[in-house]
């Protein structure tokens, strides 16, 4: 495990151990004093952290081999740590449910909790934090061994949080220095008019070179709207395949999103066409029409596959042509009609034009002729690659010491064996990350490549795992807005790209070569189930981009899983076993992404899951019952069940949820229960979409005049602790289809 996100999970711990409500729950004297050991051992061992980062980067694989395996023992024991303080939490949460409700909890749950009676459950957690201690203190004894020194965390001035920045100049900056290139591809697709045969085109360059860029430029360009009456852009983006039907597919869904198109593209089921199937939905598209189509970022082609698309799509009329990016020489020889477009670096003043727009502030960079000149020789590290020019230059925004800028350009990053250009601009922005934000980042790497990310599913991942850092309550911060300013963090220095703001959250992709750094940095802490696994027992979080085969998964082989997804649209699980054996076996998970399942119902050992932070069962259509056992999960924060159209009723006991935050709710039933959602002490957001029998919300607002709701009427209901109020929104298209969207603003982080 990278050192830096053990660093951020020791300090995570060790706040929680600084906590008012840890110190109430650990009165009891030996527990008190196991637990002070406890934190002293953490603080060293975090103490050391950076000095073993500094030196895992200077060694060898097999030099670093016992420093490497010194790591992921630090790693293992500080996670189970993190299990016992979840342990001692989840039983502060049983003690106020049971407060709540008068001395007693319902009897459905009486038996989940007769195991933890006071007694017993101190006498099992000291010995719990004795046996980790023993650990710890032999790990922090190792120590010897490396020559570990202790760097003192407040001289170390990269692991500052970062001040607020401004965004919206960088995420409409122009391109810089790519005219030449633009007139010569544009060129290039507006000749030979009346040719039948389809013209293929290349943009061949090194990543980071800015391939995309210029392919969008050239895609929005007037001259170009007005020549193709159709334009059309799908992303390969695969290492390992070029998929026929993917590809087809993917580029009926684009001509689905044309102006021109006749219905969105997710009305349709393509997956179950067959290829001639989709030939003819690409005929009635296409036919008579001069198109452009993009196919972005190809890594491989075979030959033979290539001649079969083309062959499929040349249905339009002449002079249509394609334009395709690729790092490879050979992909352009195979797929090209003609010679491909050698993509440059940028000139030194171009590159230092583009650094400043970055790096300053419109007009700031008259006041500081000295860092101009050190941008000058920084930017000559970036050998003309507009990727680690616009991450070196975001890095330094509104950052105006002199010594800073100069150790940036004195970073020996710049000088280490094996890296080019953009793989050390990217490290090097990467090293002065918050310790916390390191670990969000390297998340990214559970999601396919190019995957186009939703910010809720990020952040919401973010928050079930502990990686963010806790809110100014005095500043009315929110786990929101730490999560959002990550985001906004990681788009100053590029490590973001086609980001898009839709009102209630964020869309975005990452770069393949920031793809690459996330997946380099998460190591043997992330699975992504694909082609080259990490090492097996080593995986705490396990994505599946695809559902095939999931009864033959090796389970038992995967110790220390704390979250599980299914990051693909439309793709979830489907293997009742695989559920099942995740009951049983994955005791600490935090977060379990279940949406696009076709389970009718979950196992009643879903309480077995008492560390969750979030569940999804988003847009399963075959979901008919919940147990009532999901209500014995006392620290689930996010609960989806949007889109369970066959739902029938809501499970009893949801007030015991009381760490709920976002409900989110398409349920058969015409009621909701008003007594069950009124009384969710920490609930922030309610979503209530798509419920067709819905007839009244909370007996107090009739359906029959929704289109009257506003805020003035809804600040009435007392039930919402309508003073709290934020937002309540309504939208849709006639009751059957209608979404509620109520915000809460409570104290609560």
């Known amino acids: 495990m990278d050192a830096f996100v053990l660093f951020g999970l020791a300090e995570s711990l060790i706040t929680k151990l600084a906590s008012r409500a840890f110190e109430e729950a650990c009165q009891v004297r030996d527990l008190y004093v196991d637990l002070q050991q406890f934190t002293q051992t953490i603080s060293y061992i975090k103490s050391v952290l950076l000095d073993a980062d500094q030196k895992q980067k200077k060694q060898t694989f097999y030099d670093g081999f016992e420093l490497k395996n010194w790591l992921w023992l630090v790693g293992v024991v500080l996670s189970d740590a993190e299990n016992v303080l979840d342990e001692i939490e989840f039983q502060n949460l049983r003690k106020k449910v049971i407060k709540d409700n008068g001395g007693r909890i319902i009897t459905k749950v009486d038996h989940f909790f007769s195991y933890s009676n006071p007694l017993a459950f101190r006498f099992r957690m000291a010995r719990k934090i004795k046996e980790i201690n023993k650990r710890l203190d032999k790990i922090a004894a190792d120590r010897n061994k490396f020559g570990f020194q202790i760097i ?6 990269h692991l500052a949080h970062r001040g607020e920045m401004t965004y919206s100049r960088m995420i409409n900056s122009e391109v810089i220095g790519r005219e030449q290139d633009k007139k010569k591809i544009i060129d290039l697709l507006v000749q030979h008019d009346n040719d039948k045969n389809l013209s293929v085109i290349s943009i061949v360059g090194l990543g980071g070179l800015g391939k995309t860029t210029l392919a969008k430029f050239v895609f929005n360009d007037e001259k170009i709207s007005r020549y193709f009456s159709f334009k059309m852009w799908v992303c390969v983006a695969d290492f390992y395949s070029f998929d026929i039907k993917e590809i087809i597919i993917k580029i009926i869904n684009s001509a689905n999103d044309s102006p021109k198109g006749d219905a969105p593209a997710y009305q349709q089921n393509f997956r179950d066409l067959d290829i001639e199937q989709l030939q003819n939905q690409l005929i009635n598209k296409l036919n008579g029409q001069k198109f452009l189509l993009i196919v972005d970022d190809v890594w491989v082609v075979d030959r033979v596959k290539w001649i079969q698309v083309r062959d499929l799509i040349q249905v339009g009329a002449p002079g249509s042509k394609i334009l395709v990016t690729t ?30 727009k970055w790096a300053f502030k419109e007009g700031v960079e008259r006041k500081y002729p000295q860092l101009v000149n050190i941008a000058r020789e920084i930017v000559k590290k970036c050998g003309g690659n507009p990727l680690a020019v616009r991450t070196v230059g975001g890095l330094l925004f509104s950052k105006y010491e ?28 990467y090293a002065q990350m918050p310790s916390d934000m390191k670990q969000c980042f390297a998340t990214l790497s559970l999601y396919p490549r190019d995957h186009a990310f939703d910010s809720f599913h990020v952040t919401s991942l973010w928050r079930a795992l502990g990686l963010l ?67 097996l027992n080593s995986a705490r979080h396990l994505s599946f981009p695809e559902n ?49 399942s076709t389970y009718e119902t979950l196992p009643r050992s879903i309480d077995n899951l008492k560390h969750l932070r979030y569940l999804s069962l988003e847009n399963n259509r075959n979901i008919r019952k919940l147990p009532d056992s999901i209500c014995n999960l006392l620290m689930l924060e996010i609960l989806i069940l949007s889109g369970c159209t066959e739902l029938e009723t809501l499970p009893k006991g949801l007030k015991n949820l009381i760490s709920l935050q976002q409900l989110e709710i398409t349920t058969k039933q015409c009621v909701l229960p008003e007594d069950e959602i009124a009384n969710l002490s920490s609930l922030q957001t309610l979503r209530i979409e798509f419920c067709s029998n819905l007839e009244s919300l909370f007996g107090g607002i009739n359906l029959s005049s929704v289109f009257k709701i506003n805020n003035s009427l809804v600040k009435k209901r007392k039930t919402f602790r309508t003073e709290e109020l934020v937002r309540f929104s309504q939208y849709g298209f006639g009751l059957s289809n209608l979404v509620f969207h109520v915000e809460l603003n409570h104290a609560h982080p």
């Open 548 to 596: 095939l085969l999931l009864d033959e998964f090796p389970i038992e082989k995967f110790k220390y899983v704390k979250s599980i997804l299914f990051p693909t649209a439309g793709v979830g699980p489907n293997s009742r076993a695989f559920l099942n054996a995740c009951m049983s076996r994955y005791k600490h998970l935090r977060f379990l992404d279940l949406s696009d």
């Open 152 to 157: 003192d965390i407040r001289n170390d001035t």
């Open 402 to 429: 002199t010594g800073y800028w100069e150790n940036v350009r004195d970073n020996e990053i710049w000088n280490l064996p094996g890296t080019d250009e953009i793989l050390s601009a990217l490290q090097l922005s």
């Open 469 to 535: 850092p806790a809110p100014n309550i005095n500043q009315n911060q929110t786990l929101k807005y730490s999560a959002n300013h990550y985001l906004f963090e990681l788009l100053s220095i590029s490590f973001l790209r086609d980001f898009v703001d839709y009102g209630i959250g964020f869309a975005f992709k990452i770069h393949d070569l920031v793809y690459d750094l996330a997946r380099s940095v998460a190591k043997d802490c992330f699975l992504v189930h694909g082609p080259y696994p990490s090492m």
């Open 327 to 356: 790092r490879n020489n050979s992909v352009a020889s195979v797929m090209g009609t003609v010679s491909p477009h050698i993509l440059e670096g940028l000139s030194l003043e171009d590159s230092l034009s583009l650094f400043v």
